[in-house]
């Protein structure tokens, strides 16, 4: 069992950088697949991008292909999201999710431990 902890949200300006965490708390992430969902007021918890557990693939919704980047470091137990060029559309509540044997890294089922969310606020 891991219990994921997210950080580095906060309130940035359109075309900001920020670049959102998400740590293991007392466990590692490296036998994990790992995503990031995102769920802005009133609208469904979305897809953003995940890792594999071995962290040789990565997979991007298209709202943030080429605009987002994932990556993991197992040593820290952590996963990060790199976000480039923010846009007040991408205001939401990011989450971060582990899971094991994931083959749909797109689908919200297919994680089983959650984060309790890290808030982004783009201005405009």
């Known amino acids: 069992q891991v219990q994921p902890v997210e950080s580095g949200g906060g309130l940035v300006q359109a075309g900001g950088s920020p670049r959102l965490s998400c740590a293991a708390s007392?466990?590692?992430?490296?036998?994990?697949?790992l995503g990031w969902f995102r769920q802005a007021p009133g609208k469904e918890r979305e897809f953003v991008a995940a890792?594999?557990?071995?962290?040789?693939?990565?997979v991007y919704a298209d709202s943030v292909k080429g605009r987002f980047t994932i990556s993991r470091d197992n040593a820290k137990n952590t996963v990060y999201l790199q976000m480039n060029s923010l846009k007040p559309e991408d205001t939401a509540v990011y989450y971060c999710a582990a899971g094991r044997r994931v083959v749909a890294h797109r689908s919200r089922y297919e994680y089983d431990y959650w984060g309790q969310g890290t808030q982004v606020t783009v201005s405009s």
């Open positions: 007392g466990r590692t992430f490296s036998s994990y697949a």
């Open positions: 890792i594999t557990w071995n962290g040789g693939s990565t």
